[in-house]
């Protein structure tokens, strides 16, 4: 039976979420410096180094249910995009009051002629 595509990766409406999901969980045994003895869980293929190997011991595909959102997704999603907002509007005034101080300074320079001393012959 073909498995059905990883729903997590598409674009979910707040109020469309799918019914569950299918992970696939990789189950390992630590042989690596820091992880030694320990039983290692991880979506993805294990990577191997010296300071992590693992010994691959089970694949396992699970499927969560995923209850009714009990939040308000779009509140929040507000609340992140309005707090976004004032980041780089902060960000921005910044920058602007730099150029500001910048098109200031420029400004307050003034051109002064040297004065000319009436000795001279010419």
Avoid at 20 to 29: E, K, L, Q
Avoid at 63 to 82: F, H, N, R, S, W
Wanted: hydrophobic content about 40%; glycine content about 4%.
């Amino acid at each position: 039976m073909a498995r059905p595509k990883d729903a997590r990766y598409d674009h979910h409406e707040p109020n469309a979420l799918p019914a569950s999901i299918s992970v696939d969980i990789r189950v390992g045994y630590g042989i690596g410096r820091f992880n030694e003895g320990n039983i290692v869980i991880q979506e993805g293929e294990f990577s191997n180094s010296e300071d992590f190997a693992t010994v691959e011991l089970a694949l396992i595909e699970v499927d969560i249910p995923l209850p009714e959102a009990t939040v308000d997704i779009k509140g929040k999603k507000l609340e992140y995009l309005q707090k976004q907002k004032e980041r780089i509007l902060a960000e921005n005034h910044m920058r602007l009051k730099e150029v500001d101080d910048k098109i200031a300074s420029v400004l307050a320079l003034e051109y002064k002629p040297a004065e000319l001393d009436d000795d001279r012959p010419f």
